[in-house]
């Protein structure tokens, strides 16, 4: 029947290790994500910086 209860949830420690599991696996995918993106960012950076002093060299001293 929809909607109605038929007991008390049973606690299982196997699914509840497994989820934490899982939890764990896709919070340290999505942070790997995030460094790799702001890593490629940050050498994009550094690469236009070197290609502008290339083209614009110090003066002589």
């Known amino acids: 029947m929809l909607g109605t209860s038929s007991g008390a949830l ?8 497994t989820a934490r ?4 696996a896709v919070r340290i995918a ?10 490629q960012l940050t050498s994009e ?7 502008e002093n ?4 110090p003066p002589p001293p």
Do not use: G, W
């Not at 290339?54 to 060299?57: A, G, L, Y």
């Open 21 to 24: 599991a899982i939890r764990k």
């Open 30 to 39: 999505k942070e790997a994500a995030r460094l790799a993106e702001l890593e």
């Open 10 to 17: 049973q606690f299982d420690p196997e699914i509840e290790k």
């Open 45 to 51: 950076d550094e690469f236009e910086e070197m290609a």
């Open 54 to 57: 290339v083209q614009h060299p």
